[in-house]
């Protein structure tokens, strides 16, 4: 029996209550060797928490359910692809006090917030624009010339869903081939009937104003919301099709995992699923175009999962808050953080070589990419809705971060697709290597001809044979990345 399980079954003969004062009931303290600073980080919990994370410090999921149940606990589950458990902070209680009283049990190896992470799209700008002032900027067109099929490679859009029937997306959905809509697991990924994506937002975590009913996770990722489609018609939308829109990586494969709900809000035990859910499945781009002002040990353990285990590159956005500070997960080691680029100027016009005022930046971000008046497709339900569409047709135009990322993970796709050997880590050098200065000193663009046309290794010295000094082989820019 596990040192938790000793902890559950003591509790069982007790009263599974607090006392008049609210105290916790001492026969626990017994078991537990409760950690200081975790108490103490557990203090500094939001004031508008109202759902924890808790991480078990042994034994498992079940245990400290059970356990944490046995203390009068009101637990969640949070997917299975966390390991971690759910505890609502009770109406009236400030949920600081509540995470300390967890932090002093002994149980736990770390509890946070459960904080939302909102979709940085700002909202929708209705000037007119098109494709050709920001994907001329970025050298896209001279890129293409080099190459535009990236057919091998999948990138997840873990966001709100994507709408697998647009018709400039449908073509570039990626299937399933082991699953079959039969109500069961059939590759035991973790996520039934799987056969085009996968949704981690469950009724218990989502705005009561969606009216999900279906627990999670479950096959499908729809998108409600109208950010998810967007962020994937900026990396993937059909090229050369004669239909709406061109993405940057013409043929790339979508991979839809939705963990934003219909408001674009999301849970980060949810975000950090869809992360491990999309790196298990094989997609070597996972683009994040949300992000959250709150450091999280579950969402921080999940990208490195992916990346270092994984050898996914993760994309994720700096957000919109005009801040001189990175959100997370961009800030994280190993992402390709992109911040905005895109200044508008008296006359209307937009320069894509200038900082946009709302990006946030800080000494994480790898580089810029314009997030001013993009144009992409969106579900033809949210037209007239969250977004106002262009002449009626399932297209729209926005701003924000979130719309910087996708330019960067559709170049990445052509940068594997171009060399599969490439690693996660030297495929954001590339890009990083191969950026162009911003008119404001300090930054750099996103360039996709000069990443393309960026040799991935240089020789230093002439080799020598037989064992001794030979050919040194070295990554473009090696400092460029945190």
Request: proline share 7%; aromatic share 4%.
């Amino acid at each position: 029996m596990t040192s938790l399980a000793v902890i559950a079954a003591a509790l069982a003969l007790i009263p599974a209550a607090r006392d008049a004062d609210g105290v916790r009931i001492a026969a626990l303290r017994a078991w537990s060797a409760p950690t200081p600073q975790l108490i103490a980080a557990a203090g500094a919990v939001a004031a508008d928490t109202d759902l924890l994370l808790a991480t078990p410090a042994r034994g498992s999921l079940e245990e400290l359910t059970s356990a944490l149940g046995r203390l009068g606990y009101d637990t969640l589950p949070a997917s299975a692809f966390v390991h971690a458990v759910r505890v609502r902070v009770p109406a009236g209680t400030a949920p600081a006090t509540v995470a300390r009283e967890l932090a002093s049990t002994g149980l736990l190896a770390d509890i946070e917030a459960d904080s939302r992470v909102h979709a940085d799209r700002l909202p929708n700008d209705a000037l007119l624009g098109t494709q050709r002032p920001y994907l001329d900027v970025i050298h896209a067109p001279e890129a293409w010339e080099t190459r535009v099929s990236a057919a091998t490679v999948t990138i997840a859009i873990v966001d709100t869903g994507v709408d697998i029937t647009h018709p400039d997306l449908a073509a570039r959905i990626a299937r399933n081939p082991v699953e079959l809509l039969d109500g069961r697991d059939d590759d035991q990924n973790g996520c039934a009937d799987d056969l085009f994506g996968c949704t981690f937002v469950s009724p218990a975590a989502a705005d009561p104003s969606c009216g999900y009913t279906l627990p999670a996770p479950r096959g499908g990722a729809i998108d409600d919301e109208g950010h998810g489609t967007f962020v994937a018609g900026i990396a993937a939308a059909s090229g050369n099709n004669s239909v709406g829109v061109t993405g940057i990586a013409w043929d790339a494969r979508i991979l839809p995992v939705k963990v934003l709900d219909c408001t674009a809000t999301g849970r980060i035990s949810d975000a950090a699923a869809g992360i491990l859910y999309a790196a298990r499945a094989g997609a070597r781009v996972i683009v994040l175009a949300f992000g959250s002002a709150s450091d999280s040990r579950v969402l921080r353990d999940a990208v490195a999962e992916a990346t270092d285990r994984y050898g996914a590159l993760i994309v994720a956005s700096v957000g919109n808050e005009g801040a001189q500070r990175v959100q997370f997960p961009a800030a994280y080691r190993g992402v390709l953080a992109v911040a905005g680029s895109g200044l508008i100027a008296e006359d209307g016009t937009v320069d894509y070589r200038r900082p946009a005022p709302f990006s946030n930046t800080g000494p994480e971000v790898t580089v810029f990419a314009p997030a001013v008046r993009l144009t992409a497709p969106v579900p033809p339900t949210v037209c007239g809705q969250s977004w106002t569409c262009i002449e009626g047709a399932p297209y729209a135009r926005a701003s924000g971060t979130s719309f910087a990322a996708p330019l960067a993970a559709g170049t990445v796709a052509l940068l594997m697709a171009q060399d599969p050997s490439l690693s996660p880590t030297l495929a954001a050098a590339l890009v990083a290597a191969g950026a162009q200065p911003l008119a404001t000193p300090g930054g750099r663009l996103l360039d996709v001809a000069g990443a393309l046309n960026k040799a991935p290794y240089s020789v230093d010295s002439p080799g020598i044979a037989n064992g001794r000094p030979g050919p040194t082989a070295q990554g473009p820019a090696a400092d460029s990345l945190r």
